[in-house]
Structures are given as C-alpha cells and as structure tokens.
C-alpha cells in the first residue's frame, strides 16, 4: 500500500487530515497509545504564568474596565511621531 504525501496547507487542514486518519484506526490499544501522547502534549502546552506576568494581566484588565485604553489609530499616530523624533 502506497502512502500519500499530504502538504496541509493549513493548521486545520492538518488537523483534518489527522482526524480523518484517526477515523480509520481500529486497535483499541493503538489509539489508547495515542491518546497517552496526545494528554502528555497538552499538558505541556501549559504556560505557567509568573506572579509578575499575573499583575501585568491584571493591571490590562483593570484599565479595560476603566476604559483607560487607546484606539489602534491613536497608538499608530502616536508611533510615528516617537519614531520621527528619534
């Protein structure tokens, strides 16, 4: 049998693909042995945040709910006239 060389052109084309594969797979044990890898991938995918990280988030979302924010217009004006002046 001749595998197919799939070139996803997207993440969720890969996905797709990936699923599809999945689908196909009959072997309890095998799939067992997949979904161990596929747990231990995702739990590493967790960002543990510093308690400086945390603040930085917190302070963002105080000055949302203060409505202390700028338009990205605003800011795109406001860095052409900093990058001009240096």
Do not use: C, F, T
């Not at 052109?9 to 044990?29: Q, T, V």
């Not at 930085?56 to 860095?79: F, G, P, R």
Request: proline share 2%.
């Amino acid at each position: 049998m001749k595998h197919q060389l799939i070139m996803p052109s997207s993440i969720d084309h890969l996905r797709n693909a990936i699923i599809d594969k999945l689908m196909a797979i009959s072997s309890k044990d095998y799939l067992v042995a997949l979904n161990k890898l596929m747990e231990s991938a995702v739990e590493k995918d967790v960002v543990e945040l510093s308690p400086e990280q945390i603040l930085m988030l917190e302070m963002s979302d105080n000055d949302i709910k203060n409505e202390n924010v700028i338009a990205q217009d605003d800011l795109d004006k406001e860095d052409l006239k900093w990058l001009k002046a240096l």
